[in-house]
């Protein structure tokens, strides 16, 4: 595990492992058991085992490695910055963050379990040099130079993907970078700053803001859904809302409602009709929101949509004050998903982002 002020140094040698995608994540306590413990309980006689695998050493077979599901933030067919959760082998508790940058590397292990559609972003050649775990969260990024072998329009999707990659993880809110050792204040080619820290609230895939008043706007991270071929998976897209002081989450969800705007290539999935019939409430860390009918998929089964639901959780649990959401319907006693099951109790992000510490 990556403890705080643990620096990890030394180059790293990349190499491409053949892998599959799959969802789900667990914390590293709950991933991190002894090696073979549940094989040895089961094993009546450890003798047979242990001849057993001498027969396997001596037969040239290799046990499968161990895989675990990570999200990496790459850029998909239409340019946005989009996570991807890719399954990687297992690596020793003090290199899971360093393995996952490795897999932002172009031309690197990544190659082979691209999903469709999406590339790497960091530059080919970049070398993960070390990592530091600051007290307050800061993750230090030691890179080696090819790092600096980057388009200018390429920068902000650099800063964002490795941003969003390694906050992924509770323990880290903010990255800082060094090139070969040397701690940079901005990057390298297009100068973008970044001082003390990039963090997630710098923004990520940010929409135009022209026509905002940007004094009296907000950035915020709103997520939607999208589809290339057989892949679906949700772009967080940050705009720049109008707030209204007394109730901002009302903002954030009408917002949600009228849509990501154009030239987004992501999916609009509320009715057009659909209203906000109560004011949202924020008590003990649940937002409590209440819709009109129209917001239902199928009125005569009470059933919102996944899709709905997923935009609903993702974008307004990214609010620092809000850990679930409790969505209920006008005239409605209770609400189902698709598969029919009832929204018995508020909803986490945890049930489509599962989190982890380092």
């Not at 790293?12 to 090696?35: A, H, N, R, W, Y």
């Not at 659909?274 to 199928?298: H, M, Q, R, W």
């Amino acid at each position: 595990m990556l403890k705080r002020g643990l620096i990890v140094t030394g180059a790293v040698t990349l190499s491409i492992i053949l892998t599959g995608c799959f969802q789900g994540e667990q914390s590293l306590e709950e991933m991190d058991p002894p090696k073979n413990a549940e094989e040895v309980d089961k094993l009546e006689n450890p003798e047979q085992e242990s001849e057993a695998k001498e027969n396997k050493e001596a037969s040239g077979e290799e046990a499968p490695a161990e895989m675990v599901a990570r999200q990496l933030y790459l850029i998909d067919a239409n340019g946005m910055v989009a996570a991807q959760t890719v399954e990687l082998p297992k690596p020793e508790t003090n290199e899971v963050a360093s393995q996952v940058l490795e897999y932002l590397v172009k031309g690197g292990p990544v190659t082979s379990v691209l999903p469709n559609g999406f590339q790497a972003v960091l530059p080919e050649g970049t070398e993960i040099l070390g990592l530091d775990l600051q007290e307050d969260g800061t993750m230090v990024v030691d890179v080696s130079k090819e790092f600096e072998n980057y388009k200018a329009e390429e920068e902000l999707k650099i800063l964002e993907s490795m941003t969003h990659t390694l906050t992924q993880f509770d323990n880290v809110d903010k990255i800082q970078l060094r090139v070969n050792g040397y701690p940079l204040s901005e990057m390298p080619v297009n100068g973008t700053p970044i001082n003390e820290g990039y963090s997630k609230a710098n923004g990520i895939n940010i929409t135009d803001t022209d026509t905002l008043d940007l004094i009296g706007s907000k950035p915020v991270t709103m997520y939607y859904p999208t589809q290339h071929n057989e892949n679906r998976y949700y772009v967080p897209v940050t705009q720049y809302i109008e707030t209204d002081s007394e109730n901002t989450y009302q903002s954030i969800v009408q917002a949600l409602l009228e849509g990501p705007g154009f030239n987004t290539n992501v999916k609009h999935v509320f009715n057009a009709k659909t209203l906000i019939t109560k004011a949202p409430k924020l008590e003990d860390g649940v937002l409590e929101i209440e819709f009109s009918k129209d917001i239902l998929k199928d009125q005569e089964k009470s059933m919102i949509s996944d899709e709905v639901m997923e935009t609903l959780v993702r974008t307004l649990t990214e609010q620092q004050s809000i850990d679930a959401v409790k969505v209920s319907v006008e005239g409605i006693e209770k609400i189902v998903n698709e598969n029919g099951e009832a929204y018995s109790k508020p909803v986490t992000k945890q049930t489509f982002m599962p989190n982890e510490k380092l």
